[in-house]
């Protein structure tokens, strides 16, 4: 015999079930992610990673931090934003770097890396704009990714990550996160890759 409590435990329950399958169709803009690559979201609500200069081969002056936030809405869905943003100081001693035009077609990438598999996705950050003023002759560039996304849907609103780096093309998608992750910030010239930045996911 259901008691008024079970009953309404019972109508809370079907309600929530319901609303979850209710999936939002995509809008303009917005990617489903490849059919077999399924968006795994952490058990954290909060993933960073702060990324600092590396490699001694260079005296870089630059920064930057990874930001992967994912909520519950009163719908049901996931919905979460992963954003990259980096800022480099021009002229630099990494190659791609040495003068404003070579700074605004720079090619900035963030490559994930765990162990012991190595790497799993690379993000291709959008150039933004340079800050001037910062220091006698000097000026500040700014790259930055930005990923909205919706359980299985992503928008690409600055950059693009791509999540299958052994399928031909990019595969667009959430690099899966875990703590500890290696993230490496670099500048690709003539397929060259020079790291100058890195930082782990905590």
């Not at 690379?122 to 990923?147: H, M, N, P, S, T």
Request: hydrophobic share 45%; proline share 4%; aromatic share 12%.
């Amino acid at each position: 015999m259901l008691t008024a409590r079970r009953l309404l435990a019972l109508v809370i329950a079907f309600a929530f079930t319901t609303m979850s399958g209710m999936a939002a169709a995509p809008g303009d803009g917005w990617l489903i992610t490849p059919p077999d690559f399924t968006v795994t979201f952490p058990y954290v609500d909060t993933m960073v990673a702060d990324l600092k200069t590396c490699c001694d081969d260079y005296d870089v002056k630059g920064k930057g931090r990874m930001l992967a936030t994912y909520w519950h809405d009163m719908d049901g869905q996931v919905r979460g934003k992963f954003t990259i943003n980096t800022v480099v100081a021009v002229p630099n001693k990494v190659e791609g770097f040495w003068t404003l035009r070579d700074a605004m077609d720079a090619d900035v990438r963030v490559m994930f890396m765990r162990k012991p598999d190595g790497e799993f996705a690379e993000c291709y950050l959008a150039f933004q704009g340079f800050d001037f003023g910062i220091g006698k002759g000097e000026a500040v560039a700014r790259y930055a990714l930005e990923l909205a996304i919706e359980n299985h849907h992503v928008k690409p609103l600055k950059g693009v990550c791509d999540v299958e780096l052994f399928m031909h093309g990019i595969q667009n998608g959430v690099p899966e996160l875990q703590f500890n992750d290696l993230l490496k910030t670099m500048n690709v010239v003539d397929g060259n890759k020079t790291s100058y930045m890195k930082g782990f996911c905590e």
